[in-house]
């Protein structure tokens, strides 16, 4: 009876661990938080933007980047100086910016469950605000073996902020290796 007992809380036990490592190495390299993968770490890309307005006010000058890419705090910064936006003026009525503000700082990438915005958060540490996605150290990684022709110099690209002048499925969130086209070079070799 007691031993019974014992291998059946053993079974139960190790069933629980194997239901904790197949949570822990559902996605080969994401480390994101438990939490996050539990609210949905497996969902891949970034959410789209679905807000009519972020999409007008924020997109009109580049591609609308989405708010799963930097942390609220980077949003906070960037909203608070639209004046100087990249030198550029981008400021807006204070009703639309704060509408966009609030769009913004509910979907940062810090309450995302979505893998890149995963993988982005893990990349920053605590006291980084970044105010380009450009420039977070993920971002880097991922983009390190494109050379100066590609990027700088290409006429179509011009610009590492320009996504969706390679990634084809930006406007959807989506930034797989299978559905890059570097304009004048191509489809990106895969390489792992
Ligand atoms: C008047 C034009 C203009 C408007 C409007 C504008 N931007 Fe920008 N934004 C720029 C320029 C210019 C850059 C720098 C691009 C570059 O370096 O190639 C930039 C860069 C950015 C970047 C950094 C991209 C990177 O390299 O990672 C983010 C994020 C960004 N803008 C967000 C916003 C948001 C949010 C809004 C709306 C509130 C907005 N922008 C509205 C002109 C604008
Ligand atoms: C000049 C073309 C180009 C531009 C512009 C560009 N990327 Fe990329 N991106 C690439 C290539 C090529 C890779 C694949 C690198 C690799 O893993 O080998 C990549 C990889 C990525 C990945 C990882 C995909 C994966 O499957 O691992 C993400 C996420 C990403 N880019 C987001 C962005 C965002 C966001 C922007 C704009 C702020 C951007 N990229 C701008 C070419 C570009």
């Known amino acids: 009876m007691k031993r019974k007992l ?21 996605d080969d390299d994401d480390n994101g938080s438990i939490l996050n993968r539990w609210l949905g770490g497996n969902k891949p890309g970034v959410a789209p933007v679905n807000n009519p307005q972020y999409l007008e006010e924020c997109g009109g000058c580049h591609f609308p980047y989405q708010p799963g890419l930097l942390p609220a705090r980077s949003w906070h910064k960037m909203m608070d100086s639209l004046d100087n936006h990249f030198g550029e003026n981008a400021e807006l009525p204070a009703e639309d910016a704060q509408l966009i503000k609030d769009y913004l700082l509910k979907n940062s990438a810090d309450k ?9 958060m893990k990349s920053l540490r605590s006291d980084d605000v970044p105010l380009r996605i450009s420039n977070t150290p993920y971002f880097i990684k991922k983009h390190d073996e494109l050379t100066t022709n590609m990027v700088l110099n290409n006429p179509k690209v011009g610009s590492f902020s320009n996504c969706n002048a390679c990634h084809t499925q930006a406007a959807k969130g989506s930034f797989s290796e ?10 990106w070799e895969e390489d792992d």
């Open 6 to 26: 014992l291998t059946t809380s053993l079974l139960i036990l190790s069933t629980a661990m194997l239901g904790m490592s197949s949570v822990a190495f559902a």
């Open 112 to 120: 995302s469950g979505y893998k890149r915005s995963v993988k982005i």
């Open 178 to 187: 299978r559905e890059i086209l570097i304009p004048n070079f191509g489809a």
